[in-house]
């Protein structure tokens, strides 16, 4: 008989520890400091950390506990079990026929003469995923038993978990094809040799005492470009195979990130025992589809696993209440993991009491669904925690900076001209003559090594153990020495690096109205490499200048020119946590506003050169192709609102990463930057494709150095790369960059690599007719 699910449990918990345990153990056996048994150790201690604190917060029944531990990437961790290796790395396989850690890092981060899988962004999160590469050559089998050792290990700590992995549709449809596939070739097309390697996992999970397992399907909630037929028959068959195997746990389907609509009948007539819905974000399905889920438990994703916000837990009961009045089977959970949270806002003491009553990092959100699933028995019994949370919400709506009368009424008084600059043809005339660069201009994206000594400057600061004078004093012997090795290696447009800044987006929140940062509010973007979204909770107004004195200072330093370097309105909000009381693209344009003042005061310090980076573009893209309208509207609305003041001669960049280009290539074209760079090394400059067939008609970097692996391009890599472009992209537009910002790079491997990149350039140009 199927052990009943548990009442009430998440989908997902983060991973990296509450100090960030894991990213130095991981970053330590990188460095070789640690071998593979203390960082499998590192590893055991955050899991059974992880284990015993959702017990504490009431998560008490088996397989309550999400077994959603990951060493990097939960794609990558599906690709090392089925053994999806790319030819092209050749044989990473141990004497035991395993891909071991080692094999795991080496697709995660390259070799020397191989790049790493690419990388892009998992749905409409800020995490990234390393994509499979997959052909009619790969070969599937088991190589790779974690999950069951992770299981077995919490298990005999007194913890039974719920086993996770992304389940074969998802994992198929997020997949590429491999350089070796021919035209056309569609990576779904190897599902039946895939399915025998998860009924295989399957089966060692049920021996080892797992009575449920998690699979991931959050591709059901996204319009895919292949036919939903083909969809819904890859649903069909996956979960007709996995559910028809002789040993196996109890299978929960969980589908995050939106309504899974025309797909949950298909889903349902499965023999599957839970289904999770995301009805947060998705609506409650109809009468007619909720009933084809008798017989199965459906896992009510009613709490936000993806934002801060206290939820509003009468709407989340009236739901489940409405569920169970529909003779559903019904237990509680969050909507998504919640990996996109930090840990406990309990820690953030340095937030204000009031600020604090409004959040719910993932400890919050864990006795949310402990509070929501005690309402499936006796709502009356937890009415005091509802209206306790009703009433923070509703005060909240009233709180001292929440709405700013002086920002509405600028809002309200913008007309079209605010958003439109004059025509490319007459800047770029206006540019050139300014400029007068060559062809090919060099330039990096911002950002150069944050070096340990930069960070112990910024900590001590930040302790009063610095003046502010001392501090500026360090600041710009960084930055004189980041100008001088650019000066030296012959880069045309130059940067300051920015040392001053912690992070891109922090660093403008900080110094914004409307904003607070949290001290331990950590969450993983991809791999060791973790982020701090600020909380945007108020009306967003500037009070004075934050880049002027920086950028100023470097451009006295040299006599090229210098960019000055903003975060753009869309990346402000992508990755911060935002207000959910008013519209996105209201508080955008707030942003935006901000901006604007910025450049104008940019501008007036002699700065020629700005970039608004807008890297998260195509990360909040909504899933459904109905919705996306009328987010491009408001997003590339934000930008141009931000930039629209500049003068003709002002050269307004703007930059991407891991952005699909192709998807959103007119969104790109409308934001009517004059320089657009974008990642494109990863993927060995498939973007130019795009461009070519797009007629993009402004200047564009595509990326010739994948900053996000240690490893160091030749410059016969990247004259490739650039010959490439050229093919494809008329000169005249062409500039050469990086892929991204330095900030996590070493200064040794990058004096190397941006070495190589100005000498191909030269090699480049002098082939030029």
């Known amino acids: 008989m199927t052990t009943a699910f548990p009442s009430a449990s998440l ?246 990130y939106g309504a899974i609509n025309e797909l949950l009948p298909t889903l349902a007539a499965t023999n599957v025992e839970a289904i999770h819905l995301d009805l947060f974000k998705g609506a409650v399905p109809s009468t007619e589809d909720l009933a084809l889920l008798a017989g199965k438990t459906l896992v009510a994703g009613v709490v936000d696993g993806h934002n801060i916000w206290r939820n509003d837990l009468a709407v989340a009961a009236d739901k489940l209440e409405a569920l169970k009045a529909a003779g559903l089977t019904v237990a509680v959970s969050t909507s998504t993991s919640t990996q996109h949270v930090p840990h406990d806002v309990a820690e953030e003491v340095k937030l204000s009491a009031e600020l604090r009553s409004w959040l719910a990092f993932a400890d919050q959100k864990a006795t949310e669904v402990v509070t929501l699933a005690a309402v499936l028995t006796d709502r009356a019994a937890v009415q005091g925690a509802i209206d306790e949370a009703g009433a923070i919400i509703t005060a909240r709506a009233t709180a001292t900076g929440v709405q700013r009368p002086e920002v509405r009424a600028r809002l309200a008084a913008l007309t079209p001209a605010d958003f439109n600059r004059s025509e490319y043809s007459v800047r770029a005339a206006a540019q050139d003559a300014e400029l007068n660069l060559p062809p090919l201009p060099t330039t990096t994206i911002g950002s150069f090594p944050q070096t340990g000594e930069i960070r112990s400057a910024r900590a001590r600061a930040n302790k009063g153990e610095l003046t502010g004078e001392q501090y500026e004093t360090l600041m710009k012997e960084e930055i004189k020495r980041v100008v001088d090795l650019q000066e030296e290696l012959g880069f045309d447009v130059l940067v300051h690096g920015e040392p001053e800044r912690n992070d ?113 573009l195509r990360e909040l893209l909504p899933l459904r192709k109905a919705d996306q309208a009328s987010y491009l509207d408001w997003s590339v609305n934000s930008f141009r609102l931000s930039t629209a003041g500049a003068v003709d001669g002002t050269q307004i960049h703007t930059h991407l990463c891991y952005s699909e280009f192709g998807v959103i290539i007119d969104a790109i074209d409308g934001l009517d930057a004059d320089v657009t760079s974008i990642e494109a090394a990863r993927s060995r400059m498939d973007v130019v494709h795009d461009l070519e067939s797009h007629g993009f008609g402004r200047g564009v970097g595509p990326g010739v150095y994948d900053i996000h692996s240690p490893r160091v391009p030749g410059q016969a890599e990247v004259s490739e790369l650039l010959g490439t472009a050229v093919k494809h992209v008329p000169a005249r537009q062409l500039w050469v960059n990086p892929d991204c910002g330095l900030k996590t790079r070493g200064y040794k491997e990058t004096e190397e690599s941006l070495r190589n990149l100005v000498n191909a350039t030269k090699e480049v140009r002098a082939q030029l007719v």
Not at 67 to 81: E, I, K, N, P, R
Not at 585 to 605: P, Y
């Open 11 to 256: 989908l997902g918990y983060p991973r990296i520890g509450r100090r960030r345990e894991l990213k130095k153990a991981i970053e330590s056996f990188w460095a070789g400091k640690i071998d593979a048994t203390a960082l499998d150790a590192a590893a055991k201690e955050i899991q059974l950390g992880t284990a015993k604190r959702l017990t504490e917060l009431g998560l008490t029944e088996p397989a309550a506990v999400p077994g959603t531990f990951s060493y990097y990437d939960q794609v990558l961790d599906a690709t090392t079990h089925i053994g999806a290796v790319p030819a092209r790395f050749g044989n990473l396989l141990n004497a035991e026929g395993q891909l071991d850690i080692n094999a795991y890092f080496t697709l995660a981060r390259g070799t020397a003469e191989q790049q790493p899988l690419e990388m892009t962004k998992w749905f409409d999160t800020n995490y990234h995923y390393l994509v499979p590469e997959i052909g009619p050559e790969t070969n599937f089998s088991l190589t790779s038993t974690r999950i069951v050792e992770q299981f077995e290990y919490a298990l005999a700590n007194g913890v039974e978990t719920r086993p996770y992995l992304v389940g074969p549709v998802t994992y198929l449809l997020l997949s590429k094809a491999s350089d070796n596939a021919p035209a056309g070739f569609s990576p779904l097309s190897r599902l039946e040799d895939v399915l025998p390697v998860y009924v295989e996992l399957l089966a060692k999970l049920a021996a080892a005492g797992a009575t449920w397992i998690q699979l991931d399907e959050p591709a059901l909630a996204v319009d895919q470009d292949i036919d939903v037929a083909g969809v819904k028959a890859a649903v069909a068959r996956t979960y007709e195979v996995l559910a028809a195997a002789t040993a196996r746990p109890a299978i929960l389907v969980s589908t995050p």
């Open 504 to 616: 891109m987006v922090q660093y403008f929140a900080e110094n914004l109205e409307g904003f607070d940062v949290t001290v331990h509010g950590w969450v993983q973007s991809y791999g060791s490499r973790c982020t701090r979204p600020s909380i945007l909770w108020g009306d967003v107004t500037r009070a004075k200048a934050i880049t002027v004195a920086w950028a100023e200072y470097a451009q006295s330093l040299t006599s090229k020119p210098m960019k000055g370097m903003l975060t753009g309105p869309v990346t402000i909000l992508a990755w911060s946590f935002v207000r959910d009381d008013q519209p996105l693209g209201e508080t955008a344009n707030q942003v935006a506003l901000a901006l604007r003042d910025e450049i104008a005061d940019l501008e007036a310090a002699g700065i020629k050169v700005i970039q608004v980076d807008e890297p998260a």
